[in-house]
Nanobody, 114 residues
C-alpha cells in the first residue's frame, strides 16, 4: 500500500518556474517507477515525465528541455522542476507510482497565465 501526496502547484506567469513535490508513504521498496501526469480540462490525462527505480528518465516531447524529474531517496520524494512554463502547461498534475498496482496522488493545480 502506498500513499502519494503532491504539493507545489500554483499560479505563475508565462516563462516562470514551479517545482512540484510528491511525498511517498508506504512500501517504497516495491516501486518500479514514478511518474508525473497532467490533465487539462476536456483533455485526456497524459504522461509528462517518468523515472525508473534505476534512475532512467523519460519525457513527453512537449516538455523536453523545460521539465526535469528527479528523486530524493532519503526524503522519499519525487520532484518535477518546471521551467519556461507556457499557458498550455496549465493542468492538474498527478503523481503516479507503479508497483504491483498503480497508485495516484490527489493532484495539484498548475495555472500559467499569459
Amino acid at each position: 500500500q502506498l500513499q502519494l501526496v503532491e504539493s507545489g502547484g500554483g499560479v505563475v506567469q508565462s516563462g516562470g518556474s514551479l517545482r512540484l513535490s510528491c511525498a511517498i508513504y508506504g512500501r517504497i521498496i516495491s516501486i518500479y517507477s514514478m511518474g508525473w501526469y497532467r490533465q487539462a480540462p476536456g483533455k485526456q490525462r497524459e504522461l509528462v515525465a517518468s523515472i525508473t527505480s534505476g534512475g532512467g528518465t523519460d519525457y513527453a516531447d512537449s516538455v523536453k528541455g523545460r521539465f526535469t524529474i528527479s528523486r530524493d531517496n532519503a526524503k522519499n520524494t519525487v520532484y518535477l522542476q518546471m521551467n519556461s512554463l507556457k499557458p498550455e502547461d496549465t493542468a492538474l498534475y498527478y503523481c503516479h507510482a507503479l508497483s504491483a498496482w498503480g497508485y495516484w496522488g490527489q493532484g495539484t493545480q498548475v495555472t500559467v497565465s499569459s
